[in-house]
């Protein structure tokens, strides 16, 4: 078992890193090659750049048991037909039950937003925010 971060944007890297650091859980994390992490514990995967190169990189290295952690559905999606687990920057761990209504909901979300209309944007991010994150992370690692 190992947590596999899509490290493009995600937020709660450090705080994850440092949680698999005190458990001795291998960590690695993907991104594209237009950003740079060196982050010591954790092993890096740099993928071209490119709309889904992480997400895909990633959805072709995880394994049954692996928690990723990442902001796209999709990527989950995957993630979860594979046999691993997948939680977000905000704590949601994606699941059977839910990952349909998530994806639903980001396809008519699109169709709003191509029809010129605008949509909620995410929310600022706040401590209670990591709060969860972590809770809902130990959980998982738990669980394992």
């Known amino acids: ?18 949680i698999c650091r005190e458990r001795g859980i291998p960590c ?17 995967l740099i993928v071209d750049k490119g709309a889904d190169s992480a997400d ?18 999709g990527l989950a999606a995957m993630c979860l037909g594979k046999g691993a687990r997948a939680l977000n920057q905000n704590g949601l761990i994606f699941s059977d039950k839910n990952i349909e209504t998530l994806l639903y909901s980001r396809f008519v979300n699109k ?27 130990t959980f998982l690692l738990e669980e394992i």
């Open 111 to 137: 169709k709003i937003r191509q029809s010129g209309q605008r949509t909620k944007g995410p929310s600022k991010r706040t401590a209670d925010n990591d709060t969860a994150f972590i809770k809902a992370f």
């Open 56 to 73: 895909l990189k990633i959805a072709n290295t995880v394994s049954r048991g692996d928690i990723v952690i990442t902001q796209d559905y």
């Open 1 to 18: 078992m190992r947590v596999v971060i899509d490290a493009d944007a995600c937020p709660v890297t450090d705080i994850a890193l440092g």
């Open 28 to 44: 690695l994390l993907v991104f594209d090659n237009s950003h740079f992490f060196d982050k010591q514990g954790a092993e890096c």
